[in-house]
Structures are given as structure tokens and as C-alpha cells.
């Protein structure tokens, strides 16, 4: 985070981190096993058989309810249609909610979803209890509530309430409305878009409201909520039985926010991460930004990808299990590394609210790594005296290996499709990259025979550049060859390519004006080293 900071630092308004979408789900623990609300209805409630009638009072109880709230709230209530973005059709509720500065449910949206509920069956063979009933979870279809509302504490967020016993919950929230609600209560000006805050007066301010994102703060909202819009239990049943619900987290997101002076910076600053193969990531590259040891038996996903959402716009994501990490411009200026995980036991978290700090913590350090690696391959110059010394020959007992040249076109191929195939976990093994050279390169075997490939390979690894994986015999880049590879592929995209194919071989006329201004530079720098050459030749 420090070079990158460093590199850019010069560019950038400020910068920001803090949690965006947070996914939890709410369980009664009291009522979770079947053992539990067999106890729960003969013992407290006072019913000896457990039919599907009875659950089903408890589903009819709650669904006219919840009929009757929207109706003495003048809520609109609706069935959500299939195919369309919930959010964007009820935006207009949610904004004259903020202009009147109101808090509360502004819209109730019904669903028919897979849920997790208990099936009540009579045993197959009589039992001395004429009332016995076998009791077991099973996921079925039924009608779940979403609660869109406006929290005073949390801002805009949504509340899915199930409408079959036991009642799961679950949360959607999102850290950059718990920070607008802070700033607004503080007096802070701001500019928000979206889930991006793109100006401030104070971002010292902005950073210590995120952090005050905290566990008991938002267990509180959630306890409130769930009491005024989840099902009902008497005060003897709530005395009776632990019928306090257990927050779990199920997803969550965390990002690091660079905002830009301009946006200029963010585009060239996603190009060259490009060119450069950043997104080329090695299975050492896994295990530095996630922290993790990468081995052949890991399960799971393990890559990278480049997406093209929607209007140009790319995001990259680099997945790992359960998890990934991504990357994007957005708004002109804003440029966002994200970090999700949808199950926290890939990271050896628990996944209690109780543990958000220790989430937060982790993912930062992820962020941290993968800045941190972005940087270190955008700092990357061309380093004359390095080449200089790659191409002078290496002496090894009594053999003698030629220096790597950059106009070496053999060479400049095999680092790229090496490049490439740097993602494999384990490396490649001599005949995969022979075929993949071939291929690529629409190539014959006999033109690029695999003698000469084993030759190349035995350059590279006493320059440095490659190593076996272990005792196999299978290659991958080493550091140094990462270097190496990023800055030969570069001279030759970026310099050696558009001179190459360039149609200004002629010299005209000095008296006629160029008809470009690419070609008007291009025979600026032509003079200019042909000036040097000059120099160097009456020196």
C-alpha cells in the first residue's frame, strides 16, 4: 500500500477503505433443531400434537400480520417480478423517504423462494404416545417478505423475513450508507454516488465514520428491526426459551477506494496493468495477497478473468476458493480494490458479527498485498545497464551460455507464452510449452524444433530466469524472470512493434509540412537519434 501510495500519491485526492455489502443471516438458535420445537410447543405453548396444521397457524399468524402492517402503513405491497432489479424500481420510494427525512419501511416485496422449514409426518407404525409425529428440516418453496426500509443509524437497507417456522432473517446492509448517516449527523460535506463517495471536505472524518462500523452497532439496529418486523412470541414463550437470534455472516465485502484527480490516471493506470501482465498472476501471486499456501490439492477455484460489464467497462477478478479479489474504474475518477468472501472459514474466520473486527482486519491485509503487488509491477523502468548485463555470456564449468539479447525474437516469444502460462499451479513441463509456442505462433515443428526449446529453457534458467517445480521437470518464472519477461514483452509491444510496422520509412521533403501528428513526431525523435548517433560516431 506504501509504494502504491508513493507511485501515485501525487494523483490522488484521497483515499479510503471501509465495508460495503454485508449479507447476515438470523437464526433462532433456541428453535433450530426438532428436538427443540417439540419441546418449544408441548412444553411451553401447550399443544401435544405437532400436525402441519399447527405449524401452519404460526405461517398464517405471521403472513396477516405482516397484511395488516402495510395496510395501517399505507405500504404498497407487491409481488416481485421476475427479471428485474428490485432497487431501481423502488429508488423513487426510497428518495421521497429522504426528502421528507423520514425513517422506516417504505415497500414490502413478497417472493417465492427455497427456505429451510420442518416437515411433520405420522410415524409408519403405531407408538405407545397416540400424539407422537416425526419432526424433521427439509427446504421447500414459500412466500418470503423483503422489508425495504430507512434506518437512522445504518441508512437504506433490506430485510428478508421467512414466512415458514422457524423464521430464518437475513440482513442486507452496506457500510457506505452507515457512513453517509454519520457524516450527515456530523455536519460533513460530502459528494456520493452510487456506493462511492466522490468528494469530501473531510476525509479524515469519512475514514473514522467507517471505522465506526462496528459489531454492537449493528447488532443493535438488527435486534430492533427483527422485533418490530419479525414474527411474534408471547412474553411467556420469550421467557421460557433462548428465542434470541444468532447473527451469522454470510457474505461480506471489503474495499479500498482510490479517488483520483482526474481520469486520466485511472485509465493508463488499468492499460499498463495490462500490458504488463499483472492480471498474469502466479500461484505464488495467490498465496502472497491471500496468505494462503497454494499447493496441488487445494480445491476450489484458483483464477484469474477479465469481464467486460456493460458501456466498456472491464472489471478483473482474481478467485481463490470461496473468495476473490476485483478491480475497477468507475465514475471518471474512482478506482476501487474490492475484496469478497462468501464463506469465512477460507480464511480461517468465524463467521459470528461478533468477529467483524477480525474480518476487517484480514481483508485489509489482503488489500494491502494486492496493492502492494500492483505497484511493485507498475514500478517497473527500462533498466539499460540490466539488459547489459543479460546479454554478455555466462561461464558454467567449462560450458559457456550465450547472453539473452532483446532482439532475440525466440526469446521474446518464449517469456510471453510463459507469461501466460505462469498461472498453472506446479509450472509447465517442456512438451505443454512447446505445443502452446506452436500454437500460438502458428509455427511448424520443424521451425521451432524442441531441441532448440530445450536450448532456450537451459538459457533462461542460468540467467536466473526459470526454475524446475520441485524435482519434476516442469518451469515457471522465478522473480527476477517475472521482471525480465514484463520488460521484454514491453520493449517490443510498446516500442519495437509500432516502429517496425510504422509507414514512415521515407524522409520527405523537409520544406513540406508532415500530414500528422504522429508522423510529425515520430521524425522529431528519428532526428534526434540520429543526432546522438552522430555524436557517439565523432566521439
Same mark, same amino acid.
Given at each position: 500500500?506504501?509504494?502504491?501510495?508513493?507511485?501515485?500519491?501525487?494523483?490522488?485526492?484521497?483515499?479510503?477503505?471501509?465495508?460495503?455489502?454485508?449479507?447476515?443471516?438470523?437464526?433462532?438458535?433456541?428453535?433450530?433443531?426438532?428436538?427443540?420445537?417439540?419441546?418449544?410447543?408441548?412444553?411451553?405453548?401447550?399443544?401435544? &400434537?405437532?400436525?402441519?396444521?399447527?405449524?401452519?397457524?404460526?405461517?398464517?399468524?405471521?403472513?396477516?400480520?405482516?397484511? =395488516?402492517?402495510?395496510?395501517?402503513?399505507?405500504?404498497?405491497? =407487491?409481488? /416481485?417480478?421476475?427479471?428485474?432489479?428490485?432497487?431501481?424500481?423502488?429508488?423513487?420510494?426510497?428518495?421521497?423517504?429522504?426528502?421528507?427525512?423520514?425513517?422506516?419501511?417504505?415497500?414490502?416485496?413478497?417472493?417465492?423462494?427455497?427456505?429451510?422449514?420442518?416437515?411433520?409426518?405420522?410415524?409408519?407404525?403405531?407408538?405407545?404416545?397416540?400424539?407422537?409425529?416425526? @419432526?424433521?428440516?427439509?427446504?421447500?418453496?414459500?412466500?418470503?417478505?423483503?422489508?425495504?426500509?430507512?434506518?437512522?443509524?445504518?441508512?437504506?437497507?433490506?430485510?428478508?423475513?421467512?414466512?415458514?417456522?422457524?423464521?430464518?432473517?437475513?440482513?442486507?446492509?452496506?457500510?457506505?450508507?452507515?457512513?453517509?448517516?454519520?457524516?450527515?449527523?456530523?455536519?460533513?460535506?460530502?459528494?456520493?454516488?452510487?456506493? /462511492?463517495?466522490?468528494?469530501? =471536505?473531510?476525509?479524515?472524518?469519512?475514514?473514522?465514520?467507517?471505522?465506526?462500523?462496528?459489531? &454492537?452497532?449493528?447488532?443493535?439496529?438488527?435486534?430492533?428491526?427483527?422485533?418490530?418486523?419479525?414474527?411474534?412470541?408471547?412474553?411467556?414463550?420469550?421467557? /421460557?426459551?433462548?428465542?434470541?437470534?444468532?447473527?451469522?455472516?454470510?457474505?461480506?465485502?471489503?474495499?479500498?477506494?482510490?479517488?483520483?484527480?482526474?481520469?486520466?490516471?485511472?485509465?493508463?493506470?488499468?492499460?499498463?496493468?495490462?500490458? @504488463?501482465?499483472?492480471?498474469?498472476?502466479?500461484?505464488?501471486?495467490?498465496?502472497?495477497?491471500?496468505?494462503?499456501?497454494?499447493?496441488?490439492?487445494?480445491?476450489?477455484?484458483?483464477?484469474?478473468?477479465?469481464?467486460?460489464?456493460?458501456?466498456?467497462?472491464?472489471?478483473?477478478?482474481?478467485?481463490?476458493?470461496?473468495?476473490?479479489?476485483?478491480?475497477?474504474?468507475?465514475?471518471?475518477?474512482?478506482?476501487?480494490?474490492?475484496?469478497?468472501?462468501?464463506?469465512?472459514?477460507?480464511?480461517?474466520?468465524?463467521?459470528?458479527?461478533?468477529?467483524?473486527?477480525?474480518?476487517?482486519?484480514?481483508?485489509?491485509?489482503? !488489500?494491502?498485498?494486492?496493492?502492494?503487488?500492483?505497484?511493485?509491477?507498475?514500478?517497473?523502468?527500462?533498466?539499460?545497464?540490466?539488459?547489459?548485463?543479460?546479454?554478455?555470456?555466462?561461464?558454467?564449468?567449462?560450458?559457456?551460455?550465450?547472453?539473452?539479447?532483446?532482439?532475440?525474437?525466440?526469446?521474446?516469444?518464449?517469456?510471453?507464452?510463459?507469461?501466460?502460462?505462469?498461472?498453472?499451479?506446479?509450472?509447465?513441463?517442456?512438451?505443454?510449452?512447446?505445443?502452446?509456442?506452436?500454437?500460438?505462433?502458428?509455427?511448424?515443428?520443424?521451425?521451432?524444433?524442441?531441441?532448440?526449446?530445450?536450448?532456450?529453457?537451459?538459457? !533462461?534458467?542460468?540467467?536466473?530466469?526459470?526454475?524446475?517445480?520441485?524435482?519434476?521437470?516442469?518451469?515457471?518464472?522465478?522473480?527476477?524472470?517475472?521482471?525480465?519477461?514484463?520488460?521484454?514483452? @514491453?520493449?517490443?509491444?510498446?516500442?519495437?512493434?509500432?516502429? /517496425?510496422?510504422?509507414?514512415?520509412?521515407?524522409?520527405?521533403?523537409?520544406?513540406?509540412?508532415?500530414?500528422?501528428?504522429?508522423?510529425?513526431?515520430?521524425?522529431?525523435?528519428?532526428?534526434?537519434?540520429?543526432?546522438?548517433? &552522430?555524436?557517439?560516431?565523432?566521439?
Amino acid at each position: 500500500m506504501e509504494l502504491f501510495t508513493k507511485l501515485f500519491g501525487d494523483l490522488l485526492v484521497f483515499v479510503y477503505h471501509c465495508f460495503d455489502r454485508i449479507v447476515i443471516h438470523g437464526y433462532l438458535s433456541g428453535l433450530s433443531r426438532p428436538g427443540q420445537v417439540v419441546y418449544f410447543f408441548r412444553q411451553i405453548v401447550g399443544v401435544a &400434537e405437532i400436525t402441519k396444521e399447527v405449524l401452519s397457524r404460526r405461517t398464517n399468524d405471521y403472513q396477516h400480520w405482516v397484511e =395488516a402492517f402495510a395496510c395501517n402503513h399505507s405500504l404498497p405491497i =407487491a409481488w /416481485a417480478e421476475k427479471g428485474v432489479r428490485k432497487q431501481d424500481d423502488l429508488r423513487p420510494h426510497l428518495r421521497r423517504m429522504e426528502k421528507r427525512q423520514q425513517y422506516g419501511v417504505y415497500f414490502i416485496l413478497k417472493s417465492m423462494e427455497q427456505g429451510s422449514t420442518f416437515r411433520s409426518t405420522p410415524p409408519k407404525y403405531p407408538t405407545v404416545d397416540p400424539h407422537y409425529r416425526l @419432526l424433521a428440516k427439509q427446504r421447500s418453496r414459500f412466500t418470503h417478505y423483503y422489508f425495504y426500509l430507512r434506518d437512522e443509524v445504518l441508512g437504506p437497507m433490506v430485510m428478508r423475513v421467512a414466512s415458514f417456522f422457524p423464521f430464518h432473517t437475513t440482513y442486507y446492509l452496506n457500510g457506505h450508507n452507515f457512513i453517509a448517516q454519520e457524516l450527515n449527523r456530523q455536519g460533513v460535506v460530502f459528494r456520493q454516488h452510487d456506493n /462511492a463517495f466522490l468528494a469530501t =471536505a473531510n476525509p479524515q472524518a469519512l475514514q473514522a465514520a467507517a471505522d465506526r462500523f462496528t459489531p &454492537e452497532r449493528i447488532r443493535e439496529r438488527l435486534e430492533y428491526w427483527t422485533l418490530v418486523l419479525g414474527p411474534k412470541f408471547s412474553h411467556r414463550e420469550r421467557e /421460557a426459551m433462548n428465542l434470541r437470534r444468532f447473527y451469522a455472516v454470510r457474505q461480506v465485502e471489503y474495499c479500498r477506494n482510490f479517488i483520483f484527480k482526474r481520469s486520466f490516471p485511472i485509465h493508463r493506470l488499468f492499460e499498463r496493468s495490462c500490458e @504488463l501482465g499483472v492480471w498474469r498472476w502466479t500461484s505464488d501471486h495467490f498465496s502472497q495477497v491471500f496468505g494462503i499456501r497454494v499447493t496441488r490439492r487445494l480445491r476450489g477455484k484458483l483464477h484469474t478473468t477479465l469481464e467486460k460489464i456493460e458501456h466498456g467497462h472491464h472489471v478483473f477478478r482474481a478467485y481463490w476458493k470461496n473468495a476473490f479479489v476485483k478491480q475497477y474504474e468507475k465514475f471518471l475518477t474512482f478506482l476501487r480494490a474490492e475484496v469478497c468472501s462468501n464463506n469465512l472459514r477460507d480464511f480461517g474466520l468465524k463467521k459470528g458479527l461478533e468477529h467483524l473486527a477480525a474480518v476487517r482486519c484480514s481483508f485489509l491485509g489482503v !488489500l494491502d498485498r494486492f496493492s502492494t503487488l500492483q505497484a511493485s509491477a507498475l514500478n517497473v523502468h527500462v533498466d539499460f545497464p540490466f539488459f547489459q548485463h543479460l546479454a554478455q555470456p555466462l561461464q558454467q564449468g567449462a560450458t559457456r551460455i550465450p547472453g539473452l539479447k532483446i532482439h532475440d525474437l525466440r526469446v521474446v516469444r518464449l517469456l510471453e507464452v510463459l507469461l501466460h502460462g505462469s498461472t498453472t499451479v506446479g509450472g509447465w513441463t517442456t512438451a505443454t510449452i512447446h505445443q502452446v509456442v506452436l500454437t500460438t505462433y502458428a509455427l511448424s515443428s520443424e521451425r521451432y524444433r524442441l531441441t532448440q526449446l530445450r536450448y532456450d529453457l537451459r538459457k !533462461l534458467r542460468a540467467h536466473g530466469l526459470l526454475e524446475r517445480h520441485g524435482r519434476r521437470y516442469a518451469y515457471r518464472l522465478t522473480a527476477k524472470g517475472l521482471k525480465v519477461a514484463l520488460l521484454f514483452t @514491453l520493449f517490443h509491444q510498446r516500442i519495437c512493434g509500432p516502429l /517496425a510496422n510504422s509507414l514512415f520509412h521515407h524522409r520527405p521533403d523537409p520544406t513540406v509540412r508532415p500530414k500528422s501528428k504522429l508522423e510529425a513526431a515520430y521524425h522529431k525523435a528519428d532526428a534526434s537519434i540520429q543526432q546522438i548517433v &552522430e555524436l557517439v560516431q565523432a566521439a
